[in-house]
């Protein structure tokens, strides 16, 4: 489903029972809630799972410009005001880590937990110019350039080899030009 929030259309999941303890899955840069699937059948049964697509990512919109790491944290808040949600468990992968890293320092009230995995408070300033290169190679090609070497960064070979084959996984990766 799509609910507007913060001036933009969010592409948003909720699974799970209403009564359950929420449960927000926030996805790494590049990826979409698609990245969620594996977890998604464990946490249903026992929360009421959120998932979505940040801005410029998946079915969201994608507004012209930069983004900051603001509006992607009161993107998120926008969407759990939309949903009528005051308090979360939030799950961040990465850039999702980062945005649960501002609402602990902005909005701690709205949250009951917070998991941050492979994250960090700031991107490294050596870090800038391999990543401005991902956006440009994104811009001008497309994702699927990006696809390999972001497997090869995340996995190792033998994790890759065997995930890809025994979980029928495809590399899925949703982010609009």
């Known amino acids: 489903m799509k609910l507007k929030a913060n001036d933009i259309e969010i592409n948003c999941e909720v699974l799970g029972e209403k009564d359950a303890p929420v449960?927000?899955?926030s996805h790494s840069l590049g990826s979409s809630l698609a990245m969620w699937n594996p977890q998604i059948e464990a946490l249903e049964s026992h929360f009421r799972?959120?998932?979505y697509d940040m801005r410029g990512h998946g079915g969201s919109d994608t507004?012209?410009?930069?983004y900051t790491l603001e509006?992607?944290?009161?993107?998120a808040v926008g969407l759990l005001d939309a949903l009528h949600i005051q308090?979360?468990?939030?799950?961040?992968?990465?850039?999702?880590?980062?945005?649960?890293?501002?609402?602990a320092l902005n909005y701690a009230d709205r949250l009951r937990s917070l998991v941050l995995c492979d994250?960090?408070?700031?991107?490294?300033?050596?870090a800038q110019a391999m990543r401005q290169q991902r956006i440009e190679i994104a811009r001008e090609q497309g994702m699927e350039p990006l696809v390999?070497?972001?497997?090869?960064?995340?996995f190792t070979p033998a994790f890759l080899s065997m995930a890809l084959e025994r979980l029928r996984l495809t590399p899925?990766?949703?982010?609009?030009a």
């Open 63 to 66: 507004p012209h410009g930069a």
């Open 148 to 154: 390999g070497p972001t497997l090869d960064r995340w």
């Open 23 to 25: 449960v927000v899955l």
């Open 87 to 103: 308090v979360v468990q939030w799950v961040g992968l990465s850039i999702g880590g980062m945005i649960g890293q501002y609402l």
């Open 49 to 51: 799972v959120i998932r």
């Open 172 to 176: 899925l990766i949703f982010v609009k």
């Open 71 to 75: 509006q992607l944290g009161e993107d």
């Open 119 to 126: 994250t960090s408070a700031a991107i490294a300033e050596e």
